[in-house]
């Protein structure tokens, strides 16, 4: 079945920096890609998404990128502020809607 | 839009006693809703995927008998814990697709067995 790597666990970077986070997928049948934030004791909060016939998404200081042949895809926050501070997760979804989902990486922004 | 809400958003039970969770869509219908579990600082699990109208799908390891799941309406699902115990405690979320391939997340459910 599928299965989605994402790397790293946690990360940290200094407030007005860039963060990226990157995930690997194993179904090359996947065709949608999410990332979600999610803060402790909240709701996954959906901030992007990416479908499989476009190769970089941008919103504001969020953008995703996707590479179908290697099977990876990135989200990148530039600018980072306090309030960015949270668990990110990636997944992959294929035909049947289902997510599967990435282990999560702990953004930490030092002030 | 496409705003899903679960209740309750805690709750404390004695062991053996069932607890029902509650997960609508608000502003749509979703014919597919998903129930997850998560355990502190790891990702969601999945449980079980609801289809309106059908028996839900239940991810590998999880007991039927003990999450019971009902979805009666394009609008409502809901999970029932059943004779919980001190090991079932833990962060139970819904989710439900917004009609696009997106899922919206209701606000969880914190089960406390006591």
């Known amino acids: 079945g599928e299965n989605v790597e994402q790397h790293p666990s946690t990360l940290s970077v200094q407030e007005g920096d860039s963060a990226v986070i990157k995930c690997t997928y194993s179904?090359?049948?996947?065709?949608?890609f999410p990332w979600y934030k999610q803060e402790l004791g909240k709701r996954p909060q959906l901030i992007i998404d990416?479908?499989?016939n476009v190769g970089e998404k941008k919103d504001q200081r969020i953008a995703v990128t996707l590479n179908k042949t290697a099977k990876h895809f990135s989200l990148h926050i530039t600018e980072t502020q306090p309030e960015d501070s949270a668990v990110y997760f990636c997944?992959?979804?294929?035909?049947?809607?289902?997510?599967?989902w990435g282990a999560g990486t702990k953004l930490i922004i030092k002030p | 839009g496409a705003v899903v809400s679960q209740h309750p958003s805690r709750v404390i039970c004695k062991s053996g006693t069932s607890v029902k969770i509650e997960c609508r869509s608000l502003?749509?219908?979703?014919?597919?809703m998903f129930w997850y579990r998560q355990f502190p600082k790891q990702s969601l699990m999945l449980m079980a995927t609801?289809?309106?109208?059908?028996?839900?799908?239940?991810e590998q390891g999880v007991e039927k008998d003990k999450f019971l799941i009902n979805h009666a309406s394009l609008t409502l699902s809901t999970l029932t814990v059943t004779s919980a115990h001190p090991e079932d405690s833990s962060f139970y979320i819904c989710?439900?697709?917004?009609?696009?391939?997106?899922?919206?997340f209701g606000s969880g459910t914190r089960l406390t067995v006591v």
């Open positions: 989710s439900a697709r917004d009609g696009t391939a997106a899922h919206r």
């Open positions: 502003d749509f219908q979703a014919t597919t």
């Open positions: 609801s289809n309106e109208g059908s028996k839900a799908t239940y």
């Open positions: 179904d090359s049948a996947s065709n949608y």
């Open positions: 990416i479908r499989s």
């Open positions: 997944a992959a979804s294929g035909g049947n809607y289902q997510l599967i």
